[in-house]
């Protein structure tokens, strides 16, 4: 069985995301979405809520699965037993730093391949951070994440045209 881990912080869930996850789900037997824990950072959502966010918006998709975790990727990787990372790249500018980190990871566990997907081109611009900042200015963030995602940030912030 193809198992493969496709890591993020999800703060929050993008379009883009969403597209690499149904994308990944289609190549895969089984793919788990890993919700990093940092500890270091203050996120617009909870682990818990971006957990729980992902489950509803992959729920049409049998074969992913939602979970936390914190520490290293390969050890997550290991933990549920899957063989690929699954990385989503928007543009030229991200594959610098996520091939480093796919070397990074296969000098600490060789039998784990890396698995790069681009985002959809009408995505390429959207990243979780754009999207706060938009939404943090009072802005709508429609056609940027799903509708689950727009409802809730609309909660946190106070959006005025959505």
């Known amino acids: 069985m193809n198992i493969a881990v ?13 597209d690499v996850i149904e994308r990944a789900a289609k190549i895969v037997d089984k793919l788990i979405v890993g919700v990093l824990i940092n500890p270091n950072k203050k996120g617009l ?3 818990e809520e971006r957990v729980e966010q992902l489950k509803i918006i992959t729920a049409h998709l049998p074969n992913v699965e939602i979970k936390s ?6 050890d ?48 390429m611009y959207v990243s979780s951070s754009m999207v706060k900042e ?4 009072g802005k709508g963030v429609e056609g940027m994440v799903p ?16």
């Open 6 to 18: 496709y890591p993020g912080s999800f703060d929050p869930t993008t379009n883009g995301h969403l």
């Open 69 to 74: 975790f914190s520490g290293l990727l390969v």
């Open 147 to 162: 509708e689950l995602v727009q409802k809730q940030m609309a909660d946190k912030f106070i959006v005025k045209d959505i």
């Open 76 to 123: 997550f990787a290991r933990s549920v037993e899957a063989r690929i990372v699954i990385r989503g790249l928007r543009a030229v500018t991200d594959f610098e730093y996520e091939f480093q980190m796919a070397l990074t990871n296969r000098s600490l566990a060789e039998e784990i391949e890396t698995l790069f997907i681009p985002t959809s081109a009408h995505y």
């Open 45 to 47: 959502f909870t682990v």
């Open 134 to 137: 938009v939404a943090s200015f």
